[in-house]
T-cell receptor, first 110, second 112 residues
Framework: GEDVEQSLFLSVREGDSSVINCTYT??????LYWYKQEPGAGLQLLTY?????DMKQDQRLTVLLNKKDKHLSLRIADTQTGDSAIYFC??????????FGAGTTVTVRA | NAGVTQTPKFRVLKTGQSMTLLCAQD?????MYWYRQDPGMGLRLIHY???????AKGEVPDGYNVSRLKKQNFLLGLESAAPSQTSVYFC???????????FGQGTRLTVV
């Protein structure tokens, strides 16, 4: 995942907003994704954004894309204990390949 | 509708042993992938397949082989396991390019 970088840990208080940041390298990526991994489970798609968009909102999730800086962020409003997980940023770098970041472990404290 | 199913879920191998991991999907997806997940490194693509009878190398293919004899199955083989192959292995499938990837639950492999 060296094409995609994200911070490894985030601790947030329950009820606050979480912001997870990601930078990517391939300017030709057409889709950028956020996946969530709960303990002992596989990855599940949370949301995605098409590269010609700046922002996408989906209930408590807001994705911001700065294509010039190749920066992607995921904001989770009103963070709950069930949001504790590892969050992966991913880009499609060529034809069929998704390139993942190392994952950000989000811990929600009471 | 089970989605993507991986077997086994856990396995311990001795160095030099061989094994095959099975991935099965029931969504009629064209593309299937094998990733390995290691701490602090995210998921790295081992091999992938864009259709029945086709396979291709990903980022880290050495020490692994794959086969896609049937559209719904994608097998990952380790011919001679090494401790460096201790990892969690995930299979994924997509209907076509740039669509949602569905992941299996993972196989935790330890090579001693």
């Amino acid at each position: 995942g060296e094409d995609v970088e994200q911070s490894l840990f985030l601790s947030v208080r329950e009820g606050d907003s979480s912001v997870i940041n990601c930078t990517y390298t391939d300017s030709s990526s057409t889709y950028l994704y956020w996946y969530k991994q709960e303990p002992g489970a596989g990855l599940q798609l949370l949301t995605y954004i098409f590269s010609n968009m700046d922002m996408k909102q989906d209930q408590r999730l807001t994705v911001l894309l700065n294509k010039k800086d190749k920066h992607l962020s995921l904001r989770i409003a009103d963070t709950q204990t069930g949001d504790s997980a590892i969050y992966f940023c991913a880009e499609n770098t060529w034809a069929y390949k998704l390139s993942f970041g190392a994952g950000t472990t989000v811990t929600v404290r009471a | 509708n089970a989605g993507v199913t991986q077997t086994p879920k856990f396995r311990v191998l001795k160095t030099g042993q061989s094994m095959t991991l099975l991935c099965a999907q029931d969504m009629n997806h064209e593309y299937m992938y094998w990733y390995r997940q290691d701490p602090g490194m995210g998921l790295r693509l081992i091999h992938y397949s864009v259709g029945e009878g086709t396979t291709a190398k990903g980022e880290v293919p050495d020490g692994y082989n794959v086969s896609r004899l049937k559209k719904q199955n994608f097998l990952l083989g380790l011919e001679s396991a090494a401790p460096s192959q201790t990892s969690v292995y995930f299979c994924a499938s997509t209907k076509r390019q740039n669509t949602e990837a569905f992941f299996g639950q993972g196989t935790r492999l330890t090579v001693v």
